[in-house]
């Protein structure tokens, strides 16, 4: 016998009315602290290992001015992402889940697929570079121990390939997170870890050049051509610092994927603005620090990773937690990177395959200490095989700032300038050849050529790299 009254069915509809956002989704509990922890996790990643390599390529002016404009450039698109989060109306419109229905939304035709394939493809890339990262760290743990042992001089070899499975196991088992709204708790502890690290990294830089730091030799224009390096190497180093710069900042390929977790009040647009100001203030202050300081302690021979590369061999347990540190925090921003991929498929899937029981399913688990659990048999096996394919990848080509520098090059002009600067054109519907239309065609074409630079120093970097590069061998 049915029990239920109207009323009760009204106060069950109330219920669930206040459980649902206004577009029939569970209801979104981010704030703007979480969107930063979500921004810096993403922004301070392996970029900052890299910044005193780069800034020794540039020099005292080039090197800081160059961090200073991606950083500024950063945030002004980002702002123009955050209020096409919603459409037409930054507040009251109809939300758009990824960084393509964004581009859908304003743009349309070709541009989605354009977007797509340069959103992905970067993606897919950054995920490649932090299984590198996140392995190096592991090895520079080993080697760490080694030297303090048996001498700084002491060959302590080690591979990197035992530590990128290792840290592929732990990235299957936490891809099966089902979504991106569950990884609150990972980014936070994530970008503890990176502010951790960082410190480290900063404080051991000062304490090198408060006590000497040796010889280290800085310029005002950097590596001294004829010295350290030809006049040719001298302008590839260039372009790939640049791209190395471009890469710190890369957050704009899940930036809306990260405001599609931010509760409806304050409006989302407004909280995104704020958490993109605390983020890319936050990180550039570290990346000046920690670029500038780095070059300060290691001068003109400062190493591609200046928490891996052994400038610092002491406090040995200190440069070990600091590698701890990296590692934990590479695997929360993994899957703040991938969880967009992982998102995007099976969305296609589900849409392509709609009575696939394999695709849809979903297997209630009792998990001890957890409860309920639903497992996915195409979640399990797609997620799981794209992990496996990313740790093979980093295994064939694990070079460090290269990488990086492709990733960073490739991602910049397309992610973080063309399109939030093309959607709002768009929507603002700027006159062609007005001021704002030409001033920002002058910005979106300039970082195009930064782009095409970076891109071209990157791959010469690679190939000087795989000339002398014996795959599945010790290193």
Known sequence: MDTTTPSTLHIQNELNHKNLDDDGRPKRTGTWLTASAHIITAVIGSGVLSLAWAIAQLGWIAGPAVLMTFSFITYFTS????????????????????????????LGGRKVQLCGIAQYVNL????IGYTITASISIVAVKKSNCYHERGHEADCKQSDYPYMILFAIIQILLSQIPNFHNLSWLSILAAVMSFSYSLIGLGLSIAKVAGGGGHSRTRLTGVEVGVDVSGS???????????????????????????????????????????????????????VLCGCVGYAAFGNDAPGNFLTGFGFFEPFWLIDFANVCIAIHLIGAYQVFCQPIFGFVEMKCKQRWPESKFITREHVVNVPFHGE??????????????????????????FFNSFLGLIGAGSFYPLTVYFPIEMYIARAKIPRFSFTWVWLKILTWSCLVVSLVAAAGSVQGLVTDLKKYQPFKTE
Request: net charge positive; with cysteine; hydrophobic share 50%.
């Open 79 to 106: 702002t123009l992402l955050a209020d096409a989060y919603r459409a037409p109306d930054p507040v009251t419109g109809k939300r758009n889940y990824t960084y393509m229905d964004v581009v859908q939304a304003s």
């Open 233 to 287: 190497e001298k302008v590839w180093r260039t372009f790939q610092a640049i791209g190395d710069i471009a890469f710190a900042y890369a957050f704009s390929t899940v930036l809306i994927e990260i405001q599609d977790t931010l509760k409806s009040y304050p409006s989302e647009n407004k909280a995104m603005k704020r958490a993109s100001l605390v983020g890319i203030l936050t990180t550039t202050l570290f990346y």
């Open 373 to 398: 659990y639903c497992v996915n048999m195409f979640r399990l096996v797609w997620r799981t095989l794209y992990v496996m394919l990313t740790a093979l990848i980093a295994m064939i080509f694990p």
């Open 124 to 127: 897919v890339g950054v995920t």
